[in-house]
């Protein structure tokens, strides 16, 4: 939060709950809230405007019908994102940008609930109108482990762009130069803006590409570059008999199960709320080879279940015991979702047929 005005400016942080002070003295002042910590930076990407795309995302508090806070206004400040529908409002640009931000650090008291990393910090992440769904590139962490994402520029139509401009205009030397500094731009995760979307869908879409953030840091970015390649060679997901598919029922089921696990826990694990997040899980989220339920039948036994829920007819599952950290820890060095069975077979030897058993009935 920036307390301004033309001889002074003061920043500070919000703690958790939003609330903050500034102990420098202002008669008038105005006020804007900058979406950065040590968790994530938030940015709004507009083709139209490359100084948002590259610049923190930031929005001036209302006082009234003006901005400026004088004397005693300057006392309690409260400031609320109301709900917009249209996207192409400010409105709405600040409604999601703080419904995604708050779901980051959701996210990640979700994670430590769970007993596995939390999201790496540094993400950025992109806001836009110009995509209805959310994506996990990863593109700013593989760069910073010494990664060149340059290598994707066949695959990325921004980057593309980028690479391009740069060798047009510039010498070898200065574009390799242009593109070092451009690659610290580039988006972990994007979220896209939809008319009229709900909290819910909102904070769904961010916990679950915040999923693919964490099985980043166990995958690295060589694995990460094969998924997003199957990623642009499907336009998307693809079909379960595309090549490599694999890949994205590993990465795709996992996030599906984080989301799901996420929001059981944001309901305190409430009757209702674990029925609706089994039945997703085993649904796959609308992509049935997304073997997404699996994750559950992993931990859990028909015998351990609550007496409300009933295991899946289709579903052959004799395992149990195999917890979220243990699944989470083979996500190392793991290829695709073939890999995980065997490394899972070979981990847990006195469970191996009965994991065997498992998968087939999911497809694998």
């Known amino acids: ?32 809230v900058k979406y950065i910590s040590n968790k994530a930076t938030m940015r709004m990407a507009r083709e139209e405007n490359i100084y948002r795309m590259l610049s923190t995302y930031k929005t001036k508090i209302k006082n009234g019908s003006g901005y400026e806070f004088v004397n005693s206004e300057l006392n309690n400040i409260s400031f609320n994102y109301d709900y917009y529908s249209d996207i192409t409002t400010k409105g709405a640009e600040n409604w999601n940008c703080a419904v995604v931000w708050n779901s980051i650090y959701e996210g990640h008291k979700y994670a430590g609930q769970m007993g596995i990393n939390k999201p790496p910090n540094g993400l950025v992440v992109y806001l836009t109108s110009y995509l209805s769904e959310g994506a996990a590139p990863m ?11 340059f290598k994707l520029n066949e695959k990325i139509e921004y980057l593309q762009e980028w690479y391009f401009i740069a060798a047009d205009i510039l010498t070898p030397t200065l574009t390799l130069t242009l593109l070092a500094v451009l690659q610290k731009e580039t988006p972990d995760i994007v979220i896209g803006m939809e008319d009229s979307r709900l909290f819910e869908e909102v904070e ?12 980043y840091l166990k995958a690295g970015p060589v694995f990460w570059e094969a998924e997003i390649e199957y ?34 826990l944001k309901n305190d694990n409430s009757q209702h709320t674990v029925l609706q997040s089994i039945e997703y899980m085993i649904g796959g989220g609308g992509f049935d080879w997304f073997p997404s339920g699996m994750y559950w039948d992993l931990f859990d036994h ?18 149990s015991g195999i917890t ?19 490394k899972l077979k070979i981990n847990y030897p006195n469970q191996a047929t009965d994991i065997e058993y498992l998968f087939e009935s999911y497809g694998y």
Request: charged share 20%.
């Open 1 to 32: 939060v920036i307390a301004y005005n033309w001889f002074r400016n003061k920043s500070t942080y919000t703690d958790i709950n939003g609330n903050f002070s500034i102990d420098k003295k202002f008669r008038r002042a105005r006020i804007k």
């Open 139 to 149: 593109l700013n962490n593989m760069g910073r482990s010494g990664y060149n994402v």
């Open 204 to 215: 769904g879409m961010t916990i679950h590409e915040l999923g693919h953030s964490i099985h």
């Open 231 to 264: 990623i642009v060679d499907n336009d998307g997901y693809g079909t379960k008999t595309s090549t490599n598919s694999g890949i994205c029922a590993l990465t795709e089921s996992w996030a599906n199960y984080f989301q799901a696990y996420a929001y059981m």
């Open 302 to 319: 028909e015998s351990t279940l609550p007496a409300f829920l009933t295991e899946n007819p289709l579903i052959n599952d004799n395992v």
């Open 324 to 342: 979220i950290p243990d699944v989470y820890d083979l996500f190392s060095n793991c290829s695709d979702i073939d890999d995980f069975k065997s």
